[in-house]
């Protein structure tokens, strides 16, 4: 069945640091993903999308891979602050017609100042 | 100002007790979405309105029942809470296949 999942539950770094966030995706039709961050408490807030047409996309500090050949998805967050932990989850779209989200397990990303 | 707005934020029932959690949107779109999500883990769609047409998962309880009276509302019903069912409850919306928006969610606590 669909599944997305993550390789590491906790990444700790430094303030000032880039961060990477992986998930790998095993529905190779998937032609939507999305990176979600959630903060203690509160809802995902939507981060960064790339359908599967394109293999980068950046945004403000944020930058998302995808390789379609190995089913690999990453979030690279530059110059780290202590604002950015929270858990992050990418998701695949599974819907048609709809955005039927199939999340990842999720990974903490622990910022030390 | 929030796009989507779940009452309560926290939710206290007791066991078997029926209960109603709430969402409202401000952008009206046309699909909404209820998720569960428990401690650690991540949300599980429980269903979605597309329109006024309902739509559940397949492994989602009876116990959860849903109702949509217009565009901007959405209500989670949870029949006989259970302990089971203490979670995060989060609403989301989306226009079609585009990106979904999630509000606060509501904390239920089964006692």
């Known amino acids: 069945g669909e599944s997305v999942g993550l390789h590491l539950p906790t990444l700790s770094v430094q303030e000032g640091d880039n961060s990477i966030i992986n998930c790998a995706y095993s529905?190779?039709?998937?032609?939507?993903f999305i990176w979600y961050k959630q903060e203690s408490g509160k809802g995902p807030q939507f981060i960064i999308d790339i359908r599967s047409n394109m293999d980068k996309r950046q945004g403000q500090r944020v930058t998302v891979l995808l390789n379609k050949t190995v089913k690999h998805l990453s979030l690279q967050i530059a110059a780290t602050q202590p604002g950015d932990s929270a858990v992050y989850f990418c998701a695949e779209n599974g819907g048609t017609g709809f955005q039927k989200l199939v999340f990842g397990t999720g990974t903490r990303l622990l910022v030390s100042p | 100002d929030a796009m989507v707005i779940q009452n309560p934020r926290y939710q206290v029932t007791q066991f078997g007790k029926p209960v109603t959690l709430s969402c409202s949107q401000t952008l009206n779109h046309n699909v909404m979405y209820w998720y569960q999500q428990k401690s650690s883990q991540a949300p599980k769609l429980l269903f979605h309105y597309y329109d006024k047409d309902f739509n559940n998962e397949a492994d989602t309880p009876d116990n959860f029942q849903s109702r949509r009276p217009n565009t901007s509302f959405c209500f989670l019903d949870i029949r006989s809470p259970g302990l089971g069912d203490a979670a995060m409850y989060l609403c989301a919306i989306g226009r079609g296949t585009d990106t979904q928006y999630f509000g606060p969610g509501t904390r239920l606590t089964v006692l």
């Open positions: 529905n190779s039709a998937s032609d939507y």
